[in-house]
Nanobody
């Protein structure tokens, strides 16, 4: 089983940037589709970006063109570069395995808080 730990969140002004990191331990990281989910206050958790083991990416419409997901299978790491941040990006961000239907496939970590505010 893969265990996941997120880091890199913080508080930024609108238009700013942040880079999130996810460190995975355990076996099998390189074979999974991985993704970044987020949960804003009062809202359901949603998948915002995903990447296949071979590096093919997919994004939610709300972050397309602003966020970039990447992975390093040799280091068991996942990253999310977030640019042009908006207040509506404020949420707790989590990494996880992505299953069919965008459903999460692993255990949730504690997440990392991203706050975008002026």
């Amino acid at each position: 089983q893969v265990q996941l730990e997120e880091s890199g969140g913080g508080s930024v002004q609108p238009g700013g940037s942040l880079r999130l990191s996810c460190a995975a331990s355990g076996s099998g990281f390189g074979i999974y589709v991985m993704g970044w989910y987020r949960q804003a206050p009062g809202k359901q958790r949603e998948l915002v970006a995903a990447i296949t083991s071979g590096g093919r990416t997919n994004y939610a419409d709300s972050v397309q063109g602003r966020f970039s997901i990447s992975r390093d299978n040799a280091k068991n790491t996942l990253a999310l570069q977030m640019n042009s941040l908006k207040p509506e990006d404020t949420a707790v961000y989590y990494c996880n395995i992505v299953r069919a239907g965008s459903l999460p496939g692993g255990y949730w970590g504690q997440g990392t808080q991203v706050t975008v505010s002026s």
